[in-house]
């Protein structure tokens, strides 16, 4: 469904002197550099896919997804999406896809978001019961009833988020581009969010590409994260065989029926936390389900849970391992099922 080939964008950035002298000099001076926003990505997604775009602030997410739905021309390579070349911006390819971002807002602030949805009606030339079908579809899940009249500007964010998210996706695009689509909101808001991507992704079969900043959004809804810094892609594949290979240990958590001492837990492993009848044990991967039993067994336990470590600090490592290896970062921490 999306095939991208070596895409790259350079912006080119004019850098002004303070003060009005400064803009004068710059501007007989033009001096340009160029940023190197996105540096050659490739990969391809299957029709249905949720993938999950991760990387740090200024890594290239919110470019690349801007070329793909063609608001940027790429300086370089290419990207296929359905047939079509974003940049075109054919009014099928249109269409066919949106773009949502948390930072941007696309309704209308000073009246209703029921009158962008008629507008929005009206360019994608959805006819009337289609729209009706559909509005029916989303107040189902995202409860819309009541917020719909009211003025956009007078919306909570959360509020605003659904309608946002139900005006681009009224045309029932087959390709979704979500670029932050929970930012700034509270987790019961940003469950629903997410809980409402799933659905929509399971009822259309909609491919998905979505960026966050919580990787909550991205371990719940995808398996697969393209993993990009500085513009390049350091891993793309299965999140869970990620954590596999890249975190050799587990946490084991454990509530106590009486305080023990930290001599007597270390004997089971390295201790993360141990705070009166709580403690947190990371243990080696391939034995923690010997050192669980021998806790079991052993000690006065009222409770023990197995946990992966922090997805943040896993992605941390990936970044790590970018930024020590001077080769090319693909083969050494691409997962190979074993
Ligand atoms: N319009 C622009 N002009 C110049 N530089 C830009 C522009 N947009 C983004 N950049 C730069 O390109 C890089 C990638 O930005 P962006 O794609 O927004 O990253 P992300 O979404 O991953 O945070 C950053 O260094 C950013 O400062
Ligand atoms: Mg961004």
Same mark, same amino acid.
């Given at each position: 469904?999306? @095939? +991208?080939?070596?895409?790259?964008?350079?912006?080119?950035?004019?850098?002004?002197?303070?003060?009005?002298?400064?803009? /004068?000099?710059?501007? $007989?001076?033009?001096?340009?550099?160029?940023?190197?926003?996105?540096?050659?990505?490739?990969?391809?997604?299957?029709?249905?896919?949720?993938?999950?775009?991760?990387?740090?602030?200024?890594?290239?997410?919110?470019?690349?997804?801007?070329?793909?739905?063609?608001?940027?021309?790429? @300086?370089?390579?290419?990207?296929?999406?359905?047939?079509?070349?974003?940049? #075109?911006?054919?009014?099928?390819?249109?269409?066919?896809?949106?773009?949502?971002?948390?930072?941007?807002?696309?309704?209308?602030?000073?009246?209703?978001?029921?009158?962008?949805?008629?507008?929005?009606?009206?360019?994608?030339?959805?006819?009337?019961?289609?729209?009706?079908?559909?509005?029916?579809?989303?107040?189902?899940?995202?409860?819309?009833?009541?917020?719909?009249?009211?003025?956009?500007?007078?919306?909570?964010?959360?509020?605003?988020?659904?309608?946002?998210?139900?005006?681009?996706?009224?045309?029932?695009?087959?390709?979704?581009?979500?670029?932050?689509?929970? $930012?700034?909101?509270?987790?019961?808001?940003? +469950?629903?969010?997410?809980?409402?991507?799933?659905?929509?992704?399971?009822?259309?079969?909609?491919?998905?590409?979505?960026?966050?900043?919580?990787?909550?959004?991205?371990?719940?809804?995808?398996?697969?994260?393209? +993993?990009?810094?500085?513009?390049?892609?350091?891993?793309?594949?299965? /999140?869970?065989?990620?954590?596999?290979?890249?975190?050799?240990?587990?946490?084991?958590?454990?509530?106590?029926?009486?305080?023990?001492?930290?001599?007597? /837990?270390?004997?089971?492993?390295?201790?993360?936390?141990?705070?009166?009848?709580?403690?947190?044990?990371?243990?080696?991967?391939?034995?923690?389900? @010997?050192?669980?039993?021998? /806790?079991?067994? #052993?000690?006065?336990?009222?409770?023990?849970?197995?946990?992966?470590?922090?997805?943040?600090?896993?992605?941390?490592?990936?970044?790590?391992?970018?930024?020590?290896?001077?080769?090319?970062?693909? #083969?050494?921490? #691409?997962?190979?099922?074993?």
């Amino acid at each position: 469904m999306i @095939t +991208v080939r070596d895409l790259q964008k350079h912006y080119q950035v004019h850098d002004k002197e303070p003060g009005f002298i400064g803009s /004068l000099r710059s501007f $007989i001076h033009r001096k340009t550099r160029t940023v190197r926003a996105v540096e050659g990505v490739s990969f391809h997604i299957a029709t249905g896919e949720m993938v999950g775009f991760l990387g740090p602030n200024g890594a290239g997410k919110t470019t690349t997804l801007k070329m793909l739905s063609g608001l940027l021309h790429p @300086t370089n390579g290419h990207a296929d999406i359905a047939g079509f070349t974003p940049r #075109e911006r054919h009014s099928d390819f249109l269409k066919m896809i949106t773009l949502v971002m948390g930072q941007k807002q696309q309704l209308i602030w000073d009246l209703p978001a029921l009158d962008s949805f008629r507008v929005n009606q009206a360019i994608y030339e959805i006819p009337d019961d289609e729209y009706r079908q559909t509005m029916h579809e989303f107040n189902e899940i995202l409860e819309l009833d009541g917020i719909l009249k009211k003025q956009v500007r007078k919306l909570s964010l959360g509020e605003r988020m659904k309608c946002e998210l139900a005006a681009a996706l009224l045309h029932r695009p087959k390709i979704l581009f979500l670029d932050e689509p929970t $930012i700034g909101l509270d987790v019961n808001m940003q +469950v629903r969010i997410r809980g409402f991507v799933a659905e929509y992704n399971r009822r259309f079969n909609a491919t998905i590409i979505l960026t966050s900043h919580y990787m909550a959004d991205v371990t719940a809804l995808c398996q697969r994260i393209i +993993v990009i810094d500085k513009g390049q892609i350091v891993f793309d594949g299965n /999140l869970s065989l990620l954590i596999e290979q890249i975190a050799p240990s587990k946490i084991i958590r454990i509530e106590l029926a009486h305080p023990i001492t930290d001599a007597q /837990l270390r004997y089971f492993g390295e201790i993360h936390t141990h705070d009166g009848l709580r403690a947190e044990l990371r243990v080696p991967r391939a034995t923690t389900s @010997t050192i669980a039993a021998q /806790l079991l067994t #052993e000690l006065p336990i009222a409770d023990v849970t197995i946990e992966d470590p922090p997805i943040e600090e896993v992605i941390g490592q990936v970044f790590a391992r970018h930024h020590t290896e001077t080769t090319p970062v693909l #083969e050494p921490i #691409e997962v190979v099922p074993s």
